[in-house]
């Protein structure tokens, strides 16, 4: 059974600083990985996708790596701003269109 | 496009009653997934549709549990009788089967059973 873990749970730093986010996984065979954003009180956001055959994606002060074989993903924001503060979920999708299994999220605040 | 869309947004019921939640995929998606989100168990996949024909719903924890796609313009996720262990917040999702595969969420039901 695929797990998805992210760490850490929850993460407070200034706005301005660069930041990673950290996601592994379980079963390596996956189809594809995503990032995702939920606001408190609101659904999730899609942010980034990347196949099994890429190694990141990027889009604006986001990039997202994929290390399939180890089983990894990492979430880069750069030059973070209060309005990043967020829960980001990663989740695995194992086959084409079969289900999502998601990371517990890691709590990010970015001070002023 | 509107995106996904669900209806009630807030639900407060008393345990025993009939809980009926609907969702609206994007028009053009042939896939949709019902999920729940409590604070203990994170987000779990219940059941997903693909061209309105359940797949997979291993995720459903029971009986009282049930969910239809008469068409594919709307799904329902139906719980009874409900208990208070079911509150949580309910999310449908639906993607296209090609081409892009960004699974897109409804803004969720929060559900409170007393």
């Known amino acids: 059974k695929q797990e998805v873990t992210q760490i850490p749970a929850a993460l407070s730093v200034p706005e301005g600083e660069n930041l990673v986010l950290n996601c592994s996984f379980t079963?390596?065979?996956?189809?594809?990985l995503q990032w995702f954003r939920q606001d408190p009180g609101k659904g999730l956001t899609s942010l980034l996708l990347i196949q099994s055959s890429q190694r990141e994606q990027t889009s604006g002060r986001l990039n997202a790596s994929l290390d399939k074989s180890s089983g990894r993903s990492t979430l880069y924001i750069a030059a973070s701003q209060p309005g990043d503060s967020a829960t980001y979920l990663c989740a695995v999708e194992e086959t084409s269109g079969s289900r999502l299994t998601f990371g517990e999220g890691t709590q990010l605040t970015v001070n002023p | 496009d509107a995106g996904v869309i669900q209806s009630p947004r807030h639900e407060v019921t008393e345990m025993g009653q009939e809980v009926t939640l609907r969702c609206k995929p994007i028009s053009g998606h042939d896939y949709l997934f019902w999920y729940r989100q409590t604070m203990m168990r994170g987000l779990e996949l219940l059941i997903y549709?693909?061209?309105?024909?359940?797949?997979?719903d291993s995720g459903m924890p029971e009986d009282r549990f049930s969910a239809k796609m008469p068409n594919a313009s709307f799904s329902t996720l139906k719980i009874q009788p409900s208990e208070p262990r079911d509150s949580a917040v309910y999310f449908c999702?639906?993607?296209?089967?090609?081409?892009?595969?960004?699974?897109?969420f409804g803004p969720g039901t929060r559900l409170l059973v007393l």
């Open positions: 079963d390596s065979a996956i189809y594809n």
């Open positions: 549709f693909n061209n309105n024909v359940p797949i997979d």
């Open positions: 999702a639906s993607r296209r089967s090609s081409g892009e595969e960004t699974q897109y």
